[in-house]
């Protein structure tokens, strides 16, 4: 049974940073890409970051400069460090492993087939 678990979230004042972690279990996705989303409250869930097995690294624009995404296959563990947050950030924040061969961009949810539990960011002002 494969299970994706978040943990590092918490709360955190503006300007501060998190780093995210996501293990995966039950099946080795080293060639998967693997990414990160997120859903604040009344909001629809969004893309924030998404690596390839080779390393290409994939942002939304709202997080470039600010959070990077890295990845150990050895351990199947993706990371999300953020930096210089903003209350904006503040979200449920979930990895996702993409189902292999799918052809659309990385920033797109329908082509995420594992996801995990979600980890909660608050940025206080």
């Known amino acids: 049974q494969v299970q994706l678990v978040e943990s590092g979230g918490g709360l955190v004042q503006a300007g501060g940073s998190l780093r995210l972690s996501c293990a995966a279990s039950g099946r080795t996705f080293s060639t998967n890409i693997m990414g990160w989303f997120r859903q604040a409250p009344g909001k629809k869930r969004e893309f924030v970051a998404a690596i390839s097995w080779r390393g290409n690294m994939y942002y939304a624009d709202t997080v470039k400069g600010r959070f990077t995404i890295s990845r150990d296959n050895a351990n199947n563990t993706v990371y999300l460090r953020m930096n210089s947050l903003k209350p904006e950030d503040t979200a449920v924040y979930y990895c996702?492993?993409?189902?292999?061969?799918?052809?659309?961009?990385?920033?797109?949810?329908?082509?995420?087939?594992?996801w995990g539990q979600g980890t909660q960011v608050t940025v206080s002002s």
């Open positions: 996702a492993v993409r189902t292999a061969g799918y052809a659309g961009i990385p920033g797109d949810e329908g082509g995420y087939g594992y």
